[in-house]
C-alpha cells in the first residue's frame, strides 16, 4: 500500500538519519543504485509499455523513444563521469591568498522532492532521479496521479530494485501532494504546469528550499525563407504528433513566411499520411489524450482557426486527428495559452524579422526551432531568442545530448538538469580553501599602517 500522510514525517526523519550516516555519499553506492535504475527500466519494459499504453495510448516505439531511450543514455553517461564530476575541482588562488590551494568540493543536498508530470510519467521521475543519486543525495518521487497506471507501477518497482533507505515513492493527487509539500526537503525539482509550480514554490519557501521548476510555454518553430519544407514539414510533424503532441517541447505553433504556407500546408499532409495513413483518429503509431478535461479543452480550441488538415476527433477515444489550423488570431485562445495537444496553428509573417518580434513579444519559451538554410538567419535566431533550449532545422532531439543542460527560462522555468548539469543541480559545490601555515604574511593584521596598505592595495 502507497504511503499515507500520517506517515510522510517518520519516512522523512527515516530517510535524513540513513544520509546523516552518509551511506549515500559513496561512489559504489552511487553506481550500484545507477545500476539497479538501468536494471529496473530493462527487466520492466514491457510492463512499463503496458502502463504507457494504459494511460495514453503510447505506442511501443515512442515508449522507446521518448522514455527508455533517453534514460538509458542518462545513466550510461552519469556512471561514466561519476568520478569526474565528484573529484574536487581545483580553481586559482591570487596572491593574497598564497600559499594556499582553493578548490570546489560537490556534497549532496539531502532528502529531494521529485515532482512529476502525466505526459511522460516514466522519463519525468527517472531523469532527475538518475543526478540526484548520482550526487549522492536520498529522494521522495510523487508521480503524476493522471497517469495512474505509471505511478502505480512507479511506487511498485522501485522499492524492488532501489535502496528503500534511500528512495521513496508517494503517490497521490491535490490533497496528499499538499501534506507532503509540507515537508522539508533539501531541494524540490517540479515537472508540470506554471499554476502548480507557484503552489510549489510557495510551499519551498516556508522551509526556504531551492525550487527547480520545469514547467512549460508556448514553443515557437519559425520556417524561414527559402528553408528546406520538405525536411521541415517532416520533422515538424514528427515532433508534433509525438505523443500526440503532449510533449512539452513540442513546437507549439509554426511562423512561416506567406510564399510558403501553402506549400508547407501540402507537405505536412503528405507526412501526415505517410506516418498515420488515412484514417489517423484509429493509427497504432498515434497516442490518445490523457483524459477528458485535456480533450474537452483541445476540441475547443478547434474554434481559434480554419481547419485546413484534420479537424476529426473521437470522444469514446479520447483521440484527436493532427490538425493544422490556419486564420487564427494572435491574441485568440489558443495562441494564449500551451496547447499541449496535436492542434497546429500555422502563422503567416512577411520575413524573419517579424517572426522574431513575434517571438519576443511573448514569453519566453521552453524551446525555439528555425528552420533555415542561411548562416545570417541562424545567427540572428541563437542571438536574439530567449529560450529554455533551441534548435536549428530540427525539433526535440537536443534531448538525446546528454552534455546539454535542460529547462526554461523566465516562465518557462528555472534551473537546468540532464548531464553534469543535473549532477551539479543536486549538489552543493561547497567552496574550501586551504592555507599554508607558513610563511605568515602580516599585512592584513592590525596594527594597521600606510606600509601594509601600500602592499595590500599592489597585491590586490
Ligand atoms: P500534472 O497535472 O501531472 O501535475 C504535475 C504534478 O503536480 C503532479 O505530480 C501533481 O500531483 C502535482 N499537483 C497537481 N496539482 C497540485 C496542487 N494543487 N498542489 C500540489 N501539487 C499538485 O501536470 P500538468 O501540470 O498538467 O503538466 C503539464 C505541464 O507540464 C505543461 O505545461 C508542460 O509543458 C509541462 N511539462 C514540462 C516539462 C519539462 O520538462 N519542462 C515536461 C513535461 C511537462
Given at each position: ?32 543504485q ?41 545513466i ?6 561519476l568520478?569526474?564530476w ?13 600559499p594556499?590551494?582553493?578548490?570546489v ?15 511522460y ?5 527517472i531523469?532527475?532521479?538518475i ?16 497517469a495512474?497506471?505509471?505511478s502505480a507501477?512507479?511506487?511498485e ?16 493527487a ?16 517540479y ?21 527547480t521548476?520545469?514547467?512549460?510555454g508556448k514553443s ?9 519544407l520538405?525536411s ?6 514528427w ?19 506567406r510564399?510558403q ?11 501526415l499520411?505517410?506516418?498515420y ?29 480554419e ?27 489558443i495562441?494564449?495559452?500551451?496547447i499541449?495537444g496535436p ?31 542561411s ?11 530567449s ?7 530540427d ?7 546528454p552534455?546539454?543542460?535542460f529547462?526554461?527560462?523566465g516562465?518557462?522555468?528555472?534551473g ?24 605568515e ?15 595590500l592595495?599592489?597585491?590586490?
Amino acid at each position: 500500500m502507497s504511503i499515507q500522510p500520517a506517515q510522510y514525517p517518520s519516512m522523512m526523519r527515516e530517510l535524513r538519519k540513513n544520509f546523516d550516516r552518509g551511506r549515500t555519499r559513496t561512489l559504489g553506492w552511487r553506481r550500484a543504485q545507477l545500476g539497479a535504475l538501468a536494471r529496473m527500466l530493462r527487466e520492466n519494459e514491457k510492463r512499463i509499455g503496458e502502463a504507457l499504453a494504459a494511460d495514453l495510448a503510447k505506442p511501443e516505439q515512442e515508449v522507446y523513444l521518448g522514455e527508455l531511450s533517453l534514460l538509458y543514455s542518462e545513466i550510461r553517461h552519469a556512471r561514466r563521469h561519476l568520478r569526474r564530476w565528484t573529484r574536487p575541482r581545483r580553481v586559482h588562488t591570487p596572491l593574497v591568498g598564497q600559499p594556499g590551494r582553493s578548490w570546489v568540493q560537490p556534497e549532496p543536498l539531502g532528502v529531494v522532492l521529485i515532482m512529476g508530470a502525466w505526459n511522460y510519467p516514466v522519463q519525468l521521475v527517472i531523469s532527475p532521479l538518475i543526478p540526484a543519486l548520482a550526487a549522492g543525495n536520498c529522494a521522495v518521487i510523487k508521480p503524476s496521479e493522471i497517469a495512474a497506471a505509471t505511478s502505480a507501477l512507479m511506487a511498485e518497482l522501485i522499492p524492488r530494485y532501489l535502496d528503500s533507505r534511500a528512495v521513496q515513492v508517494v503517490e497521490g493527487a491535490v490533497e496528499e501532494t499538499t501534506e507532503l509539500l509540507e515537508q522539508k526537503f533539501d531541494h524540490i525539482l517540479y515537472t508540470g504546469g506554471a499554476h502548480v509550480g507557484r503552489i510549489v514554490m510557495r510551499a519551498a519557501a516556508e522551509h526556504l528550499t531551492p525550487v527547480t521548476l520545469e514547467l512549460g510555454g508556448k514553443s515557437p518553430c519559425v520556417i524561414d525563407e527559402g528553408a528546406d519544407l520538405a525536411s521541415a514539414a517532416r520533422r515538424l510533424t514528427w515532433g508534433k504528433c509525438l505523443n500526440a503532441g503532449q510533449t512539452c517541447i513540442a513546437p507549439d505553433y509554426v511562423l512561416v513566411t506567406r510564399d510558403q504556407r501553402d506549400a508547407l500546408i501540402a507537405a505536412i499532409g503528405a507526412e501526415l499520411d505517410d506516418m498515420y495513413g488515412e484514417d489517423r483518429l484509429k493509427s497504432e503509431n498515434y497516442a490518445r489524450i490523457i483524459n477528458r478535461r485535456h480533450f474537452d479543452r483541445l476540441v475547443g480550441y478547434l474554434d481559434d482557426g480554419e481547419v485546413s488538415i484534420g479537424g476529426r476527433y473521437d470522444e469514446a477515444s479520447c483521440r484527436i486527428e493532427p490538425t493544422v489550423l490556419t486564420g487564427v488570431d494572435p491574441d485568440s485562445e489558443i495562441m494564449r495559452e500551451e496547447i499541449f495537444g496535436p492542434l497546429l496553428p500555422i502563422i503567416e509573417v512577411d520575413n524573419l524579422e517579424e517572426a522574431l518580434a513575434f517571438v519576443r513579444q511573448r514569453d519566453k519559451p521552453l524551446a525555439a526551432y528555425l528552420f533555415t538554410r542561411s548562416r545570417v538567419s541562424e545567427r540572428q535566431f541563437v542571438e536574439l531568442v530567449s529560450t529554455g533550449n533551441l534548435c536549428i532545422n530540427d525539433v526535440l532531439m537536443f534531448m538525446s545530448v546528454p552534455e546539454l543542460p535542460f529547462g526554461g527560462v523566465g516562465m518557462s522555468g528555472m534551473g537546468q538538469y540532464h548531464g553534469k548539469a543535473g549532477f551539479d543541480r543536486f549538489s552543493h559545490l561547497k567552496a574550501v580553501m586551504k592555507r599554508s601555515r607558513f610563511p605568515e604574511i602580516p599585512i592584513r593584521f592590525p596594527p594597521y599602517t600606510d606600509f601594509k596598505l601600500r602592499w595590500l592595495k599592489r597585491l590586490g
